[in-house]
């Protein structure tokens, strides 16, 4: 029997390599920021066409590379950080397996060119498929330049999971962030289809912070560090109102490689207990400085995850040091609150000038959001003397009329079949009807938070807010097909400001925005201007609503089944669908039912939870052992 085994051909194992190191155009900006860093670079830049599809490039002043290291850095396995295997456990570099750029050429069209500074001609190298086209001298900059064109130009497959242009550049974006706050003292710029997205220039930590989410975060830092001998910690954490129901400015850099740590992170979110709303997440920005040996960062391809000696040693340091900085925030929190009012309103004097009512405005409705703890209605440890009573008063009428029903009552009211069919109604009289106007009986709100009405079978409870999140996501998506919604003019403009990353997103869905009602134009830089708000809203505060729909837009970007309008529908409708905890009148509660049963799918809001329940008769007659 002949040979079987064979040693796999070196563009053959690179693409397999690639399968783990490069997974999207966002791993090769990762990789490639990275060996800047390490090459001792003070200037990067990032140029980006169509999400990476078409071309990545990264510039800097490095300390280049000679010929014979420009050929050696595509072969797999080639680095000039580890030597011997004690290396491992005493790396400061972000690079060290010399699999990256082999893995890159193997799958993309790749032009380098770098110069070592004391050499006056530098280094042209071409490589398509791990294959060498080109290699000569050339004039150029000191440092490497590197373009990385036409990425998975030769695995077709590997290029059609690609996601949408959105979701491809809110990786990147995301990668060149984590680099660049890790890095403050090294100035980045990152172009985008020909504009300047960020322009960050050598600072500290809190500027860095600040040039990269925006000016409003500056007064809401709160710097801790704590020293042992073993690990330190230092960075900043927001106040409590900078957290968000949404993840995504959560971060972590241990020897300043950004890492993702579940247990960690819990440490930092434990020390806001009671400060911050469930289910809200804080801002944080932290470094953790240890020895190389007590970690070990081999475990994964990306290095995003990472071992330590001890972790809970670290989850307690991490713990104390977020407490004791938000205990002395809060030593005297009325001049913070103060001052902080004053930022907040005279932040745009023009806007300020235009509109003080509004602003005012605007400011006390942000803070009336704030609800304390909602109790259900069915909670058995809540006393039965502070629960409210349906039976009192006024509604002891619309009791006697649900259980006084005739014989002849029962004929003319309809059935809800409890599938999902549900819209399948049958009316004997009138097909057309609502199967819910009864003269004898209208709806009743309980605990103001759920609608009770009645059916031929027995008794329907509605969730008044989910049942209207279903309503208006389907509105939504109508605005979307072939139904605009109306727009209200604002009696004045207002100007809103955005982060960099914020303002490249909002401007991508713009289109979809007007088409729901919203008057919002570029005004340039990182700047828009509110004209008008969908018609049917109310009291909406225009920077919350927005900034919560960039939120849910980038969190739902990063799932892998994204429909960019369904999600812009599914948030604006849990934004703006009434709320439990608001009362109803009589004519609300019956409009909110008609449109709930016109629904396509009236059983479930946009996320797939119950908007009602149904029980029968019998079920009920159980209840009392019958």
């Known amino acids: 029997m002949s040979d079987i085994i064979k040693l796999l051909p070196d563009n053959i194992a690179n693409q397999i390599a690639a399968?783990?190191?490069?997974?999207?155009?966002?791993?090769?900006?990762?990789?490639?920021?990275?060996?800047?860093?390490?090459?001792?670079?003070?200037?990067?830049?990032?140029?980006?066409?169509?999400?990476?599809?078409?071309?990545?490039?990264?510039?800097?002043?490095?300390?280049?590379?000679?010929?014979?290291?420009?050929?050696?850095?595509?072969?797999?396995?080639?680095?000039?950080?580890?030597?011997?295997?004690?290396?491992?456990?005493?790396?400061?570099?972000?690079?060290?397996?010399?699999?990256?750029?082999?893995?890159?050429?193997?799958?993309?069209?790749?032009?380098?060119?770098?110069?070592?500074?004391?050499?006056?001609?530098?280094?042209?190298?071409?490589?398509?498929?791990?294959?060498?086209?080109?290699?000569?001298?050339?004039?150029?900059?000191?440092?490497?330049?590197?373009?990385?064109?036409?990425?998975?130009?030769?695995?077709?497959?590997?290029?059609n999971f690609l996601k949408s242009n959105q979701i491809e550049t809110k990786h990147i974006l995301d990668e060149f962030i984590h680099v660049a706050l890790a890095n403050p003292s090294v100035f980045f710029s990152l172009h985008h289809n020909g504009s300047e997205i960020y322009h960050l220039k050598s600072s500290n930590i809190r500027q860095r912070i600040?040039?990269?989410?925006?000016?409003?975060?500056?007064?809401?830092?709160?710097?801790?560090?704590?020293?042992?001998?073993?690990?330190?910690?230092?960075?900043?954490?927001?106040?409590?109102?900078?957290?968000?129901?949404?993840?995504?400015?959560?971060?972590?850099?241990?020897?300043?490689?950004?890492?993702?740590?579940?247990?960690?992170?819990?440490?930092?979110?434990?020390?806001?207990?009671?400060?911050?709303?469930?289910?809200?997440?804080?801002?944080?920005?932290?470094?953790?400085?240890?020895?190389?040996?007590?970690?070990?960062?081999n475990v994964h391809p990306t290095k995003q995850e990472i071992k330590f000696e001890d972790e809970k040693a670290i989850y307690l340091l991490l713990n104390a040091a977020a407490k004791h900085g938000l205990s002395q925030y809060s030593v005297m929190p009325t001049i913070d609150f103060e001052h902080e009012a004053t930022f907040n309103l005279l932040v745009d004097e023009r806007v300020y000038n235009e509109q003080?009512?509004?602003?005012?405005?605007?400011?006390?409705?942000?803070?009336?959001?704030?609800?304390?703890?909602?109790?259900?209605?069915?909670?058995?440890?809540?006393?039965?003397?502070?629960?409210?009573?349906?039976?009192?008063?006024?509604?002891?009428?619309?009791?006697?009329?649900?259980?006084?029903?005739?014989?002849?009552?029962?004929?003319?009211?309809?059935?809800?079949?409890?599938?999902?069919?549900?819209?399948?109604?049958?009316?004997?009289?009138?097909?057309?009807s609502n199967p819910f106007k009864n003269e004898r009986f209208e709806p009743i709100q309980l605990h103001e938070r759920y609608i009770l009405t009645q059916i031929k079978s027995g008794l329907i409870l509605i969730d008044q807010h989910k049942a209207?999140?279903?309503?208006?996501?389907?509105?939504?998506?109508?605005?979307?097909?072939?139904?605009?919604?109306?727009?209200?003019?604002?009696?004045?403009?207002?100007?809103l400001e955005f982060n960099n990353s914020d303002a490249e997103l909002l401007k991508e869905?713009?289109?979809?925005l007007r088409l729901l009602g919203f008057d919002i134009d570029f005004f340039g830089g990182t700047t828009f201007v509110v004209h008008g708000m969908p018609s049917d809203l109310r009291d909406e505060n225009e920077t919350h609503l927005i900034e919560k729909l960039l939120d849910d837009y980038k969190n739902g970007a990063k799932t892998e089944e994204f429909d960019k309008r369904k999600n812009v529908a599914k948030s604006l409708a849990y934004q703006t669908a009434i709320k439990s905890g608001k009362p109803l009148d009589k004519n609300t509660m019956q409009q909110l039912i008609d449109e709930l049963f016109a629904c396509e799918q009236p059983m479930i809001n946009p996320v797939g939870m119950a908007t009602f329940v149904q029980y029968s008769f019998d079920e009920i007659e159980r209840k009392f052992g019958n």
């Open 210 to 297: 600040v040039n990269v989410f925006g000016k409003n975060y500056n007064e809401k830092l709160v710097p801790i560090e704590e020293i042992t001998d073993y690990v330190s910690v230092r960075g900043f954490i927001g106040k409590p109102e900078l957290s968000k129901k949404t993840r995504g400015e959560q971060f972590f850099f241990v020897n300043n490689r950004f890492i993702k740590n579940n247990f960690l992170n819990h440490a930092i979110s434990k020390a806001y207990d009671g400060m911050i709303a469930d289910k809200n997440f804080p801002f944080y920005c932290l470094f953790i400085d240890i020895e190389p040996s007590a970690i070990d960062i």
């Open 509 to 512: 869905m713009l289109s979809d």
């Open 19 to 159: 399968g783990e190191v490069i997974q999207r155009p966002a791993s090769v900006v990762k990789e490639l920021l990275e060996n800047s860093i390490d090459a001792g670079a003070k200037n990067i830049q990032l140029i980006i066409k169509d999400a990476g599809r078409a071309l990545i490039q990264v510039v800097d002043d490095g300390c280049g590379m000679s010929e014979t290291d420009a050929r050696m850095c595509f072969e797999r396995h080639a680095t000039s950080k580890i030597k011997k295997i004690d290396d491992l456990f005493s790396l400061y570099t972000f690079g060290f397996r010399g699999e990256a750029m082999a893995s890159i050429a193997a799958v993309a069209q790749v032009e380098m060119k770098t110069k070592l500074h004391e050499q006056e001609v530098g280094t042209l190298l071409i490589v398509e498929g791990s294959k060498v086209i080109q290699q000569e001298p050339v004039a150029t900059n000191a440092g490497t330049s590197i373009s990385v064109r036409h990425l998975f130009y030769n695995v077709p497959a590997r290029r």
């Open 356 to 432: 003080p009512f509004k602003v005012v405005q605007s400011k006390l409705n942000s803070d009336s959001n704030v609800r304390g703890s909602y109790h259900s209605p069915f909670d058995k440890d809540i006393p039965l003397t502070q629960q409210k009573s349906v039976s009192t008063g006024t509604n002891f009428d619309d009791w006697k009329k649900l259980y006084d029903i005739d014989e002849q009552t029962e004929e003319k009211t309809l059935t809800i079949k409890s599938k999902m069919d549900l819209l399948a109604l049958e009316n004997e009289n009138d097909i057309s």
């Open 468 to 495: 209207h999140q279903r309503i208006l996501f389907e509105k939504y998506l109508r605005n979307f097909a072939s139904q605009p919604s109306s727009t209200q003019q604002t009696l004045f403009p207002k100007s």
